[in-house]
């Protein structure tokens, strides 16, 4: 793409065409007429802007609106066919994987049990869940612009090998990348999953418009996401936010355990620990956040206190440690064991917190619907997707 200079009518045009997209985005279909209100053009400059984000392809006529004294107006669009990303979340159980258009809409869904060894396959097993998800879209891979895949674990951004991901056997070795991308034509990106699911807290959730914030996941494992200045921090390795490990007061550290043992926040604060406590105070269930969901049901119960508080405690001190360290404008509580103890349990980590720091930041509730790895997959991939055909409607 040609370079652009500053002040020059193309750039002003580049400008103008991407305030429309966006505009088309936020507030769906609109006439020619509104869409110049929004973003201040004339009507000529408005008709010529249409004209040229349709014969680009991103744009389509709607529909029409009825107007005074019998009089239609043409409403505007984005065309969500124009293009299409693929979001995956993989677990130890399964790969589950969606196909977004390009206005957000979900255009096909698939899973695929996730095998106990990928191995070498694990590019293959990515592929096989992609095109399963492009079948039930009614395309085909090629006719994706990114693929953004979510893990649980951490890519090293030099070498591209998955760490912090033991649960993940066969998934260890470098280039996974490469491999799905020389397979597919496509481009791909592997992420942590909090770090995914951040990203949808911060475009749907409850980090709307705050720029410094942690998501904490408590579900079959536990992590955090850190977003600082509006930005993921990755660390140098791609393991910040990798909590599970921290070392904490009631917790054995990996002096004692070895560094891939269960020690750390994970031993004090982490699903099976959260499933034993449970047990101690008399509430059981098929996992652990089954326990703390019958303990939340009876929240107003002495036991059912008791049984939240000692959870609340422990979750606590892993999220008063990075408080007092990064001093977030909000904790966001996510995952299926937190979210299972719901409101009780919220009000009391945030007691405990602010018992245990100087800074005390509001804690909330994740309020995502669906899977929010996914959510946060195609929000990123949408987003990356945008900026660059958004950026090249004005030919060179």
């Given at each position: ?8 009518p193309q ?11 966006r ?6 279909p ?12 004339s009507?000529?400059t ?7 984000l349709?014969?680009?392809?991103l ?5 029409r ?14 065309n ?16 589950q994987?969606?196909?977004a258009?390009?206005a957000?809409g979900?255009a096909?869904e698939y ?15 990515i ?15 090629t006719?994706l ?9 951490a890519?090293d ?16 070795f470098?280039d996974l990348v490469g ?6 034509g496509?481009r ?10 951040a990203?949808?807290?911060?475009a749907h959730g409850?980090?709307?418009g705050?720029?410094?914030f ?8 536990i992590?955090?996401a ?18 599970g490990?921290l070392p904490?007061?009631g ?11 269960n ?10 620990a ?14 652990a956040?089954?326990?703390v ?6 929240a107003?119960?002495?036991?059912a206190q008791?049984?939240?508080?000692d959870?609340a ?7 008063a440690?990075?408080?007092s360290?990064?001093d977030?404008?909000?904790?966001v509580l ?8 719901g409101e ?9 917190v602010?018992?245990m ?7 909330r ?10 959510t ?6 949408l987003?990356?997707?945008r900026?660059?055909?958004?950026g090249?409607?004005?030919p060179?």
């Amino acid at each position: 793409m040609a370079e652009h200079i500053p002040g020059t009518p193309q750039l002003l045009r580049a400008i103008n065409d991407k305030a429309a997209l966006r505009a088309l985005l936020e507030h769906g279909p609109l006439t020619r007429p509104e869409l110049g209100d929004l973003i201040g053009l004339s009507k000529p400059t408005a008709s010529q802007l249409l004209t040229r984000l349709r014969e680009a392809g991103l744009v389509v006529l709607h529909g029409r609106r009825g107007g005074n004294l019998g009089r239609t107006a043409e409403e505007y669009a984005i065309n969500p066919r124009a293009a299409f990303v693929c979001g995956l979340d993989i677990t130890p159980n399964r790969i589950q994987t969606v196909v977004a258009d390009l206005a957000g809409g979900i255009a096909g869904e698939y899973r695929l049990p996730a095998p106990s060894r990928a191995g070498a396959k694990a590019s293959e097993e990515i592929c096989n869940a992609v095109v399963g998800a492009c079948s039930a879209a009614g395309i085909i891979s090629t006719e994706l612009s990114r693929i953004v895949v979510g893990v649980q674990g951490a890519v090293d951004p030099v070498t591209g090998r998955l760490h912090y991901s033991r649960h993940l056997p066969g998934w260890h070795f470098t280039d996974l990348v490469g491999g799905v991308e020389s397979k597919l034509g496509t481009r791909i990106e592997i992420e942590n999953d909090v770090n995914l699911a951040a990203l949808a807290e911060a475009a749907h959730g409850a980090a709307q418009g705050y720029e410094n914030f942690v998501v904490l996941w408590v579900g079959t494992g536990i992590g955090m996401a850190l977003v600082l200045d509006g930005r993921l921090h990755r660390g140098a390795g791609g393991g910040a936010g990798e909590v599970g490990y921290l070392p904490v007061p009631g917790a054995p550290t990996a002096r004692e355990t070895g560094r891939f043992a269960n020690h750390g926040l994970q031993a004090l604060a982490g699903p099976s620990a959260v499933r034993t406590v449970m047990r101690s105070h008399g509430f059981r269930g098929v996992n652990a956040a089954a326990a703390v969901q019958a303990a939340a049901s009876k929240a107003g119960e002495p036991a059912a206190q008791d049984a939240l508080r000692d959870v609340a405690i422990r979750v606590a001190t892993g999220v008063a440690a990075v408080t007092s360290v990064l001093d977030p404008e909000l904790v966001v509580l996510s995952g299926d064991v937190l979210l299972a103890g719901g409101e009780p349990l919220r009000e009391l980590i945030e007691h405990e917190v602010h018992r245990m720091t100087i800074p005390r930041p509001p804690l909330r509730l994740s309020v995502i619907e669906g899977n929010p790895v996914l959510t946060g997959a195609v929000e990123h991939g949408l987003e990356l997707t945008r900026e660059e055909l958004f950026g090249s409607t004005v030919p060179p």
